[in-house]
């Protein structure tokens, strides 16, 4: 289990978004089968056996509960192994967060899969745009470091909001310690002349501390204190509906297209 020492911070942050990005990565490899049934469902729509919006909240319906179950069960499992901040309110968000972002990830796969011509375009598309969102999410590239070019992506990035809520959820209130050897600052002075000295002029030597005291530090160091946990969660409700009407557009034009194969 993880501690509460500085080796602690690193272990917390680099496991949280591990199990962030393993849920983005997983859900994204199903795009392959979503092209496969959409050309067969365009097939049988053309030929009348269903209309769109049926097939697609059937389908949309059936993957997010299968989604959710499979979210639930892992995020418990990592929870308990791993040893996170205890509290009921944080093992709610936590479930609710890593929930959220893996139906946000196959929500895009959805929105990828109806955009791509095919299989192996969107197999391109969809790694590179999740790349740059993993790289911008807030764990290789300090939020506040990235470009401003490059800055839009976060109005986009599941793993920018998912990873700052659960870095919030679980360093909010955190108190980190550290071995003697771990502290910094000048050490004090073991000449007695020098402690006299210091004495005589009323001068006192500064403490030694630990480099980081309280989860409040790693979160302002990050710069991902911007928005409440339950903020970022209701901006990734916002993303799974925003991909989740987009696709079922395109789809809707696709299907309608003669052109369509």
Not at 4 to 27: C, E, N
Not at 207 to 231: F, K, N, Y
């Amino acid at each position: 289990k993880i501690d509460d020492t500085q080796r602690g911070v690193q272990d917390r942050s680099g496991a949280l978004y591990f199990i962030l990005t393993l849920q983005v990565m997983a859900s994204s490899s199903s795009i392959r089968t979503f092209i496969a049934e959409r050309n067969l469902a365009a097939h049988e729509r053309r030929v009348g056996l269903y209309l769109t919006a049926p097939y697609y909240v059937a389908k949309s319906i059936a993957e997010s509960y299968v989604q959710t179950i499979f979210a639930l069960i892992f995020s418990c499992l990592c929870y308990c192994l791993l040893g996170l901040a205890s509290g009921r309110a944080r093992f709610a968000i936590f479930l609710l967060i890593i929930t959220l972002v893996t139906l946000v990830a196959e929500a895009w796969v959805v929105l990828i899969g109806t955009v791509m011509p095919d299989d192996k375009s969107a197999s391109v598309v969809s790694p590179l745009a999740l790349s740059m969102m993993m790289a911008l999410g807030g764990f290789f590239v300090n939020s506040a470091s990235v470009p401003m070019a490059l800055r839009w992506v976060d109005n986009i990035n599941m793993f920018k909001f998912g990873f700052a809520a659960l870095m919030q959820n679980e360093f909010s209130e955190l108190v980190f310690r550290c071995e003697p050897h771990e502290l910094v600052g000048p050490p004090p002075p073991r000449d007695t002349k020098q402690k006299l000295a210091m004495q005589a002029l009323g001068v006192e030597w500064p403490p030694q501390q630990c480099p980081v005291q309280s989860g409040e530090q790693v979160i302002e160091l990050m710069a991902l204190g911007q928005r409440t946990p339950l903020h970022n969660a209701a901006l990734l409700a916002g993303m799974l509906a925003g991909f989740r009407m987009l696709a079922f557009w395109v789809l809707r034009r696709r299907f309608r297209s003669p052109l369509t194969k």
